[in-house]
């Protein structure tokens, strides 16, 4: 059985201590690799790597040409392997083969978006500033921030990877990255695919690892100048700690309960299939999935009828089978915690519509079957808690303003989703849902061009877009004084 190394100062690695754990097929429950246990040694190696190739190294005073070069080989990389990377991500963490092969395809166009920003962002130049002074001339310039520590999650295991590793590149940052102990295997492939892309040694870092043993000492370590993390809140609230500690740049892409408001006029069918895509793709382990769903009154029970029959249709089976649209869920603890979850509920006034456990006659595996609950009451955890699995919740709304009320009652705030056939009453809602992440008539397709974040406890800071990449830079300001005068204040001129 392979077994997946380190990748620290431009070399594979066994880590210090020698240890490594299963990689688990959840549609198998079996082993089907190893990794490398990385610990406290290999993280400060890979962070005093990563600063002398920041302190020291070429990499971020090069031409954001040569940079740009750099990840259109990654990106060329990825999409020669993206078979075998889909295959990988589909046995490690479940999810059926075309949503994997869409997320490696995905992977490769965010190193070419942030090859292109690169080289755009340097062609724009130093900003000048009127200072309305005529003795003083003022710019603003950006530059890269310094070395990053990324720690990302299961869920999208190479493309919440790259989300922050593109950018954090093309902004000229050094960079660690540890990846979920959950699913590791795609992002050793990572390893490969950069270090064949020959970027200086130490510019790329990667500790596999548990929590605890890899991504604290990652958290802490004092020579990092930025944490950029993905997961869920209570260990994001750890991340924040640590950083709060050190003084470091922070940013949190963390969990979301978000609402789907749909309104009567809209077509069933449509309402359905996406009602069906905001919860059920990624088998709901979605950060953005809309799992509070309302329905206004008058369409309540004929959507409910059509969604438990198209509920009730989704093939559930491994991800490598032909035409699954639901595989297992990541891991057992993940299992075992939906399973409480969907439990909870049942012990509520809530009603289960369809779901609420193991599909019959599928012994083996993760498999839990899609689950709808109706008519839940709003102080309820299966309402109010963020699931991470193929769980919803749809009740009825009578108003607008009783919609966005209902919506907007959330601790989180990381996504929100309307249809209408009324374009305007669309926008309406839109402007006030309280979330970083907005989809009109549709829920779930997420472009690498637009950033991509959460309100409130969802998180700090956003990824993609622009502001993916200025995440990753810092601002300076330069103040220039017309050296021909005397400034007069203690010397006479
Ligand atoms: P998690 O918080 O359990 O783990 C995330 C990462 O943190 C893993 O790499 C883990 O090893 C590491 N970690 C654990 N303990 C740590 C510690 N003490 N110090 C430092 N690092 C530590 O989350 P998960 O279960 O892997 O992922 C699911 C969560 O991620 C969900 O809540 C989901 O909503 C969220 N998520 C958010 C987004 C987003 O963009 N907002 C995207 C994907 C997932």
């Keep these: 059985m392979q077994t997946t190394q380190l990748y620290i100062d431009g070399a594979f690695v066994a880590p210090h201590a020698g240890g490594s754990f299963e990689a688990i097929n959840p549609a198998t429950e079996t082993a089907f690799a190893r990794i490398a246990a990385g610990t406290a040694e290999d993280v400060d190696r890979a962070v005093r790597s990563a600063r002398r190739a920041f302190d020291q190294g070429p990499w971020p005073q090069m031409p954001a040409a040569d940079r740009a070069a750099a990840l259109r080989r ?28 869409w997320d490696v395809g995905d992977a490769a166009v965010v190193f070419n978006y942030y090859a292109d920003l ?22 603003v310039v950006t530059e890269p921030l310094g070395v990053v520590g990324a720690i990302t999650p299961w869920n999208f295991p190479l493309l919440m990877a ?28 990572l390893a490969e695919i950069i270090n064949a892309a020959g970027l200086p040694a130490g510019v790329f870092n990667l500790v596999t690892g548990t929590g605890p043993e890899a991504g604290a000492p990652l958290a802490d370590h004092p020579l990092v100048d930025k944490l950029a993390f ?3 809140v209570p260990t994001g609230r750890k991340v924040m700690t640590a950083a709060a500690a050190g003084i470091r740049t922070v ?44 329905v206004q009154r008058g369409l309540y029970p004929r959507l409910m009828e059509r969604l438990v029959e198209a509920t009730e249709a989704i093939s559930i089976g491994p991800g490598g089978a032909e035409g699954v649209k639901l595989g297992p869920v990541v891991s057992k603890q993940q299992y075992d915690k939906v399973l409480a979850a969907i439990e ?15 599909p019959a006659g599928m012994n083996t595996g993760y498999y839990i079957a899609p689950t ?55 926008e309406r809602v839109a402007s006030k849902l309280r979330a970083g992440v907005i989809w009109i008539n549709c829920s779930q397709p997420t472009f690498t061009q637009l950033p991509w974040g959460g309100y409130k406890s969802s998180g700090i800071g956003r990824e993609l877009g622009k502001a993916g990449f200025m995440g990753f830079r810092e601002i300076k300001q330069i103040t220039r004084y017309d050296h021909t005068r005397s400034w007069g204040w203690y010397l006479k001129p």
């Design 74 to 101: 990654i990106a060329r990389g990825i999409t020669e392997r993206l078979t075998e990377i889909a295959a990988v991500e589909t046995r490690d963490n479940g999810k059926p083969i075309p949503e994997a092969e």
């Design 372 to 426: 709808i609950f109706a008519d839940v009451p709003t102080d309820a955890a299966i309402w109010r808690e963020e699931i991470f699995g193929p769980v919803v919740c749809v009740n009825p709304f009578d108003t607008e303003d009783e919609a966005l009320a209902l919506a907007n009652d959330s601790a989180y705030g990381l996504a929100g989703a309307v249809m209408s056939d009324d374009l305007e009453r669309c």
């Design 162 to 189: 790259v989300w922050k590793v593109a950018p954090a590149l093309a902004a000229g940052c050094t960079i660690v990255l540890k990846p979920s102990e959950f699913c590791s295997v795609s992002c050793a492939i």
């Design 251 to 294: 940013s949190l892409e963390l969990g979301g309960k978000s609402p789907f408001i749909i309104f009567e006029d809209c077509d069933i069918e449509k309402a359905v299939e996406w009602i069906l895509f905001g919860i059920f793709w990624n088998k709901g382990e979605v950060c953005s999935a809309t799992s509070r769903v309302l």
């Design 230 to 232: 993905t997961g869920s």
């Design 118 to 139: 690169a080289e755009s962002h340097e062609a724009d130049g130093a900003q000048s500033v009127d200072l309305g002074d005529d003795a003083f001339t003022g710019t």
């Design 344 to 358: 909870a509920g049942k012990s509520t006034t809530a009603r289960l519509v369809t779901g609420g456990g193991r």
